[in-house]
């Protein structure tokens, strides 16, 4: 079979589409649901949460030492200090136990001398709320505890329970589904023989959407036959807002994902002027499509510049800024003019705090190469190379170095 032509699309022409397509489509609007708020770990609020009680919701001593009246030690000090009597001028307290009525202070028991059992001696003065954690001082009642839109880390769960939720409302998750194809395909599971390839791209598919927030589910091998690809996109297209085709390696099979994602939806872009990964499909069905690349650093990178941020724009109404540091480089760095080249690098800090950056170059097939990369070095389309201890910015994967 002939393969057919890739036009290549500029990365973010081909990025413009795609999103434009999901948005006319209505993706990005996120259903809801009310799930109990400490299996919302990592969810994200599809509502603005307001505290159902204060936190504190009692006054309480902020210090371990003697409830007091504040007015009452206005005249203590090293030369006339000041006797309390148990009971009639203080209490003794304990860090987090409630302030009695009719007190408003608490002065530290280090600075209390112990004149007998139902007397102390003070020699300064305090102000009223001193060492109390007050009403609301955390959360007042009716105050934003999370806004929406907001990923729930631990403290936030924390917090939420602590205002009164005992449950709360998050955007429903994308279901995700990973369709490896190819007739060279094996289990890992599987010893290969010659000619044979282990599938694990499903590994760092269905990995990397969990990270961001996708139900993730990853289908059996389809050998590269026509009909058992179209059976399984349909299927596919019926059920899953987000529908990821691996391709592989065998000759021809370019031809079949598109042409079957064109009769079952339409193909929005079929390559891209991005290195590695330029076969690259994006498409619109039920849902979002994207035919994957077979090498696993191509699969890799097209997750993070095309799946990734229709994630985030679901979650969160936008992308979320990478993170990205300058830095020297220690070995020169070689690209194709006319493609955007990613090369994916790796960081050492130096003893001035500056950051060296290692070019992890190769074939989109070494997995070596992401298995040890903090992140990419973007090469524009018109540069043919960087020359060492050249300044770049490297994009960092996850967060800071």
């Not at 057919?4 to 589409?17: F, G, K, M, S």
């Not at 954690?133 to 631990?154: H, I, K, N």
């Not at 590994?203 to 589910?217: M, N, R």
């Not at 050492?348 to 190469?369: F, H, I, M, N």
Request: glycine share 8%.
């Amino acid at each position: 079979m002939k393969r057919a032509h890739l036009q290549l699309t500029p990365l973010e022409e081909a990025r413009r589409r795609f999103f434009d397509a999901l948005e006319k489509a209505g993706f990005f609007v996120a259903s809801e649901e009310e799930i109990e708020t400490p299996q919302a770990l990592w969810r994200v609020t599809s509502r603005e949460v307001l505290a159902r009680r204060a936190v504190p919701h009692f006054a309480s001593a902020a210090m371990d030492g003697i409830a007091v009246r504040a007015a009452q030690t206005q005249q203590a000090s090293l030369q006339r200090p000041l006797r309390l009597v148990r009971g009639r001028d203080f209490e003794f307290i304990d860090t987090g136990q409630p302030i009695p009525p009719p007190f408003d202070a608490v002065i530290k028991i280090e600075d209390v001398q112990e004149f007998d059992s139902q007397t102390v001696v003070i020699t300064r003065p305090t102000s009223a709320g001193k060492h109390v954690r007050a009403v609301g001082e955390d959360f007042a009642l009716g105050a934003q505890v999370v806004p929406a839109g907001f990923q729930l880390t631990p403290e936030a769960i924390a917090a939420l329970l602590s205002a009164g939720h005992l449950s709360v409302w998050v955007k429903r998750q994308l279901k995700a589904i990973f369709i490896p194809t190819g007739s060279e395909l094996v289990s890992w599971r599987a010893e290969p023989q010659i000619g044979q390839f282990c599938e694990t791209n499903s590994q760092i598919v269905a990995g990397l959407l969990e990270e961001w927030g996708a139900l993730v589910t990853v289908h059996e091998i389809v050998p590269n036959e026509a009909e058992r690809i179209r059976a399984a996109l349909h299927q596919a297209l019926g059920s899953y807002d987000l529908v990821l085709v691996g391709s592989g390696t065998s000759q021809g099979r370019g031809d079949l994902v598109p042409q079957i994602v064109q009769e079952l939806g339409k193909v929005l872009v079929h390559g891209v002027a991005y290195h590695p990964g330029h076969p690259v499909l994006l498409g619109l069905g039920r849902g979002a499509i994207v035919g994957l690349p077979g090498y696993p650093v191509a699969a890799w990178l097209a997750l993070h510049l095309f799946v990734k941020p229709v994630l985030e724009r679901y979650y969160f109404g936008r992308e979320r800024e990478r993170f990205k540091l300058r830095a020297k480089l220690a070995q020169p760095v070689k690209s194709a003019r006319g493609y955007r080249e990613f090369v994916r690098a790796r960081l050492e800090r130096a003893a001035d705090g500056s950051y060296w950056v290692y070019p992890l170059q190769g074939g989109a097939s070494k997995l070596s190469t992401i298995v040890n990369a903090d992140g990419w070095i973007e090469v524009p389309e018109e540069i043919e190379a960087y020359e060492q201890n050249t300044f770049v910015e490297v994009t960092l994967v996850r967060g800071r170095p």
